[in-house]
């Protein structure tokens, strides 16, 4: 019997990653077909961790939960609780380093779950300050953008750490799909900032772009503009490329979606790896560009489901 639970789900960056590190806008979009619960009991052990890479005391718990186990601990000594006899149990999967907010949720769904355990509700900020704190852990200097998504049920406009939920009545069809390999989020962001230091000029040409496009993006997404978005997408690609921060797999991927008629195609998050988010302008389209990405080498497609407000999944 659980004394309290937390839930998060995962997210995609529709446009403005990378540029948003540099102060740029991005929009981010709730994926809520793949979600984390984190599930807290009361147990006379010392804190316990039960999840699919680990199970045991949290004192022993490998350096690949590091993060987690700081939100476990910052969100104990948030709340006052003592940090002994609970079990915390995360149950759900977001694959890990795809770019699709892995971290953050499970980051999320602990804070929720501990923070109730102990009869408080985080508000927003609280929330944020510990997923944050988390995230530094897992990506080094994190903008904050996943640790919004992640709980948010709308699509998010994010900028130099401030929020609003996007309404929209956008009606297109987004495709995930994963390249199978591990995004190197925080090398990809080093490298944007070598490039940066190197050529200043034409970094700031590129990332200005971005920025626009994303400001127009919004606007599609209220107006319904797919064929715009989409195009505004693939811009946004080439633009990522230029920043080094795509991949051979990626761009076979980004091919393969325009190839099988998406409106647009880019890689999604830190890049070098991770997902690509394709743009169908109905739900046929985007299950024969499904098939056209996993026939290029996508390892897994998914396909959440529009609905009114631009919640996918
Ligand atoms: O790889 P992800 O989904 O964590 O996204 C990283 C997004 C960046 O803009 C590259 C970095 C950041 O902290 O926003």
């Given at each position: 019997q659980a004394a309290a639970s937390g839930t998060a789900h995962a997210k995609v960056i529709l446009l403005g990653e990378h540029a948003v590190v540099h102060g740029a806008p991005a929009i981010a979009l709730p994926v809520h077909s793949l979600a984390l619960t984190a599930s807290v009991t009361r147990t006379d052990r010392p804190l316990w961790i039960d999840s699919v890479l680990y199970r045991g005391p949290i004192a022993a718990a490998p350096e690949l939960?590091?993060?987690?186990?700081?939100?476990?601990?910052?969100?104990?000594?948030?709340?006052?609780?003592?940090?002994?006899?609970?079990?915390?149990?995360?149950?759900?999967?977001?694959?890990?380093?795809?770019?699709?907010?892995?971290?953050?949720?499970v980051a999320a769904?602990?804070?929720?779950?501990?923070?109730?355990?102990?009869?408080?509700?985080?508000?927003?900020?609280?929330?944020?300050?510990?997923?944050?704190?988390?995230?530094r852990v897992a990506h080094g200097t994190p903008s904050g953008l996943d640790a919004r998504a992640v709980v948010s049920d709308t699509a998010v406009w994010f900028q130099r750490g401030d929020v609003r939920a996007l309404p929209s009545a956008f009606t297109g069809v987004f495709v995930i799909a994963d390249t199978g390999l591990h995004g190197r989020t925080r090398e990809a962001v080093g490298g944007v900032a070598a490039l940066k230091a190197a050529d200043p000029a034409r970094v700031e040409r590129i990332l200005d772009r971005i920025a626009a496009l994303t400001a127009a993006a919004a606007g599609d997404l209220a107006a319904d503009a797919r064929a715009a978005l989409g195009e505004r997408m693939t811009e946004t690609h080439r633009m990522l490329a230029e920043l080094t921060v795509s991949s051979p797999e990626l761009d076979r991927l980004v091919g393969a979606a325009t190839a099988a008629g998406a409106l647009g195609a880019k890689l999604t998050g830190g890049g070098r790896g991770g997902c690509v988010l394709a743009l169908a302008d109905t739900p046929v389209d985007a299950a024969r560009i499904a098939a056209g990405l996993r026939a290029a080498g996508a390892e897994r497609t998914w396909m959440p489901a529009a609905r009114p407000g631009l919640t996918p999944g």
């Open positions: 939960l590091a993060a987690p186990v700081t939100a476990l601990a910052e969100t104990l000594r948030f709340t006052g609780a003592p940090a002994t006899g609970l079990t915390v149990r995360i149950d759900g999967e977001i694959p890990a380093e795809r770019g699709l907010g892995s971290s953050a949720a769904a602990i804070s929720t779950a501990v923070a109730r355990a102990a009869g408080v509700e985080l508000g927003a900020r609280e929330r944020f300050d510990l997923i944050q704190a988390a995230e």
